[in-house]
């Protein structure tokens, strides 16, 4: 059984250093919890499984239009998947619905990627 996206990212941010792989990790989880709280607020409810699948199928689009392999990314490649998966799912209209679960997952995204090195 797959983990929770919401103790995936208690985890990560519970850690003191992250690498690539457990930053990329982090932000996808808070990806998916986002988007789950957005939905719930929004009265629609996909399962984690269906959002999980959308938030990693966007990512491996992402990251393969920036030429990055998903196993491998820098923090500066992290940075730009972040901002193309936001411009996918529409971020601007959570921001304007949901300024303050946007907020969460940017200072989130923020303090994962505090911790990375590598």
């Known amino acids: 059984m797959i983990q929770p996206a919401k103790e995936i990212l208690r985890e990560k941010l ?3 250093v992250l690498s690539n792989k457990t930053t990329r990790e982090g932000m996808l989880a808070s990806f998916i919890v986002t988007m789950m709280k957005y939905y ?3 009265g629609t409810n996909p399962s984690e499984d269906e959002v999980r699948k959308t938030i ?3 990512a491996g689009e992402a990251f393969t239009s920036i ?5 491998f990314p820098n923090l500066e ?3 730009r998947v972040k ?3 936001e411009e996918r799912l529409g971020a601007s209209s959570l921001k304007e619905d949901a300024p ?5 997952h940017e200072r989130i ?3 994962l990627f505090g911790k990375y090195e590598g």
């Open 83 to 85: 901002a193309l998966i």
């Open 77 to 79: 490649d992290l940075k």
């Open 14 to 16: 519970s850690k003191r």
């Open 109 to 111: 995204c923020n303090v």
């Open 100 to 104: 303050e679960i946007f907020s969460e």
């Open 40 to 42: 719930t607020r929004k």
């Open 56 to 58: 990693y199928d966007y």
């Open 67 to 71: 030429n990055v392999d998903f196993e």
